[in-house]
């Protein structure tokens, strides 16, 4: 098969061109990060406007960095949610309109899909296996039996790690989006502060981060008042040390219980250097053959969407006219 996928549902513009599901034969991926980043934030109305400019454009390159045409096409794939709606709106309107011109069926996928199967691109899932999905918005671990099922066993209650790594990262005053500033310090010091780590009830494959990045945050202000000199690198190592073991720990023993061999990593935090040294370590360990896409297929992408779609394509999962963009779409 051969699948034009399209993903706006944050602050990336981007499309590819997917064989068989398991190769890239293009991926244009156009950042919006500059735009944003004065603000700390995606600001939802700039990222439509910016969507609305590049999206054409991106799709074209990706046509013809693949070198095919339409009619070398199967489907169009694109990121129906969740995401920011006016973001995601602009995507599957894209997808819509090329679909419905070349008499293409079209395929909606769920962005989170997306990212599990960015590890479909680097290694052939098997099954059983579990999921740790750690993004901007996401933090859940997912098992799966079979390609396209999803179950879902557990989930962040407050914040995604995501989320607090850039809240961390703000209040040491690191730039936007903080992941990957906080990793950078974090590999420069010793995780010396005891920070709180939130093991939850019993058995709970639950998460929740807020309670650690108030402690930073805490930590911080509290030094500062008495005007003491405390180093980020430390607080940032300590926190990166604290979000690890929750997140691994859970995973190991969700891996064990449902008897899994096969273990996937997904979503931006993915590209974490002590998470991903902490779970390879972890997977060594317990005999689980682990598979972590490189940093470009960690972040938003097209390319994760084809490869999720391409199963869609072959149960004849197709949307129609009415597909629109679910800002707040389930996993199912
Ligand atoms: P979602 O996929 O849940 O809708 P999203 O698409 O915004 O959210 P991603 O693009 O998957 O999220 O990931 C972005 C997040 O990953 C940001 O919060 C960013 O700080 C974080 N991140 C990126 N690199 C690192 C890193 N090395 N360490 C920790 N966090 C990182
Ligand atoms: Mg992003
Ligand atoms: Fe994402």
């Known amino acids: 098969t051969m699948i034009l996928a399209v993903e706006t549902s944050c602050d990336e513009t981007a499309a590819a061109v997917i064989r068989n599901g398991d190769t890239i034969v ?4 156009a950042s919006q990060m500059e735009s944003h980043k004065r603000f700390g934030g995606v600001v939802p109305e700039i990222a439509s406007r910016h969507h609305v400019e590049q ?19 199967d489907a169009i794939a694109v990121t129906e949610g969740p995401g920011l709606v006016g973001a995601l709106l602009v995507g599957v309107n894209a997808a819509k309109a090329v679909a419905f011109a070349h008499d293409l069926p079209l395929i909606g996928v769920h962005h989170i899909a997306g990212h599990i199967y960015a590890n479909h691109l ?4 098997t099954f059983p296996l579990m999921t740790l999905v750690v993004s901007g918005g996401h ?14 066993i557990g989930e962040t209650r407050d914040d995604a790690v995501g989320e607090a790594y850039d809240k961390v990262a703000r209040t040491i005053g690191l730039p936007y989006p903080g ?17 709180p780590r939130a093991w939850l009830e019993e058995g709970s494959y639950d998460f929740s981060f807020s309670g650690l990045k ?20 430390v607080i940032a190592a300590s926190f990166q040390e604290a979000v690890c ?36 370590t972890a997977a060594e ?35 129609d006219d009415r597909l629109n963009g679910v800002p707040g779409l389930m996993l199912k």
């Open 26 to 29: 293009s991926s244009i991926i």
């Open 55 to 73: 999206i054409t454009l991106i799709m074209e390159e990706a046509m013809t960095e693949a070198d095919v045409t339409f009619a070398d096409l």
């Open 122 to 125: 680097v290694e052939p899932l």
């Open 139 to 152: 933090t859940e671990l997912i098992y799966m039996k079979e390609h396209g099922s999803y179950e879902l």
């Open 179 to 195: 992941g990957p500033h906080i990793d950078k310090l974090a590999q420069t010091a010793e995780a010396e502060i005891d920070l």
């Open 214 to 233: 108030s402690s930073v945050i805490n930590t911080l202000h509290n030094a500062r008042q008495k005007e003491k000199e405390i180093d980020p690198a």
């Open 245 to 280: 073991d929750v997140l691994v720990t859970k995973t190991r023993r969700a891996a064990k219980e449902y008897g899994v061999k096969r273990l996937l990593v997904a979503g931006g935090v993915a590209a974490n250097s002590g998470l991903r040294t902490a779970l390879e």
């Open 285 to 319: 360990e317990d005999g689980l053959q682990l598979t972590i896409p490189p940093l470009p297929l960690c972040t938003d992408n097209a390319a994760m969407i084809g490869s999720a779609a391409h199963f869609l394509l072959e149960k004849e999962a197709f949307a």
